[in-house]
Structures are given as C-alpha cells and as structure tokens.
C-alpha cells in the first residue's frame, strides 16, 4: 500500500492506495516489426500515436457472445492503399504491471470522500496561489514564476505602470512585460 499525507495548518490529508503488480506474459506490438504485403506496400511500426501508419483498423459486426454473456466486436489491419489484411508482429514481454486501485482518503484519521478530499485539496491550492503570488514588484535578478516557468526579473521601464513588471524568459531570452499578479514566488512561502 502506498501512503503519503500532507500536514495542513487544518489538520492532516492522507491519501492511501493498495495495488497489485500482475506478472506474466502479454504480447506487444514489436518495434523491428516490419513486411511487404503481395501488392509490394511496407509496413512497419513506428512510435507515435499512429503505430502503424500505413495501416488502417477495420471493425467487424457486433456479435453476441454467450460464453461471457456480452457482446463484442472485432478488428484488424488492411493496407490503407490496397486493402489486405495485415497482421502486425508481436513479441511478449514479461515485465512485472503495477495495477492501481482505488485510492482511499482520510481527514485527520477519518474516512472522507473523493469529492470532500477535492475540495480540501483545492482550497489548499486556492491558499497557496495567495500566498505565493507577488504584491509588489520584485527586485532586478530576481527569479520567479510565470505559470509553470521560471523567469528572471528584468529592469521595468519607467512608463510602465507599477501593476507590470518586466521578465526575461531563460533559454530563450525573450523579454515580456506581465502583470504583476500573473508572477508566483520561486518556492513555498519560507522555503525560498
């Protein structure tokens, strides 16, 4: 089981989680897969969204099956330009899978819900927005956070009004003039 609790000036959130690490065999789709189809097209996998690019899935009828009692439809692989069947190659691979499962929540020892541990968990953002979140400017050099960059604090114009700072975006260079109250401290307030 895996525990992890935030200690909150409220009280103390702890979020607990059993899961199972499933081991066996399980076919995969192949990376050095590769063929040519009798109308001369390759075929490959390739990374991406898109595994096989040059292949589209085509989807049987539905039909009913009465040893699970559900229905089930199949699919496969054509060529998109000539439209014979493919199967791709597989390898299996034998890699222990962690599986998750529920995730249980508890406020100060208490059980409590997913939707109560929402809202603490989001109040506890709301707090630290407010506490992060610059009220004056900061000085030249400073590093701060813009969204989910770091930037580095620039001198400000003169005619610029002091609601707006100016940031220098590191890798890039770039300068921009943001509001002041779009910028965050670098860290958790007192921890830097």
């Given at each position: ?13 702890t ?7 499933i ?8 990376p050095?897969?590769r063929?040519?189809d009798s109308?001369?097209h ?10 096989y690019?040059t292949?589209?899935t ?6 009913w ?7 089930h ?7 998109r ?5 493919i199967?791709p190659?597989t ?8 599986i998750a499962?529920?995730v249980h ?9 997913t ?15 407010e506490?992060?979140?610059l009220k004056t400017?900061?000085e030249?050099g400073?590093?701060v956070?813009?969204?989910?960059t ?9 005619h610029?009004?002091?609601t ?20 965050r ?5 007192g921890?830097?």
């Amino acid at each position: 089981m895996t525990t992890h609790t935030l200690n909150l000036a409220e009280g103390e959130l702890t979020f607990e989680q059993d899961g199972e690490w499933i081991h066996g065999s399980r076919h995969v789709p192949d990376p050095d897969w590769r063929t040519t189809d009798s109308h001369g097209h390759t075929h490959r996998y390739t990374d991406g969204p898109d595994s096989y690019p040059t292949l589209t899935t085509v989807w049987g009828e539905p039909y009913w099956c009465g040893d699970c009692r559900d229905e089930h439809q199949d699919s496969w692989y054509e060529c998109r330009q000539c439209g014979e069947k493919i199967t791709p190659g597989t390898r299996v691979d034998s890699t222990p899978t962690y599986i998750a499962g529920p995730v249980h929540y508890y406020w100060n020892g208490d059980p409590i819900s997913t939707e109560k541990a929402s809202e603490i968990i989001t109040e506890m953002q709301r707090l630290h927005d407010e506490a992060t979140r610059l009220k004056t400017r900061p000085e030249v050099g400073a590093q701060v956070r813009l969204y989910d960059t770091t930037v580095t604090v620039v001198p400000t114009e003169d005619h610029v009004p002091d609601t707006h700072v100016t940031v220098m975006h590191h890798g890039t260079g770039a300068l921009e003039t943001v509001a002041l109250d779009a910028l965050r401290t670098k860290g958790l307030p007192g921890l830097g």
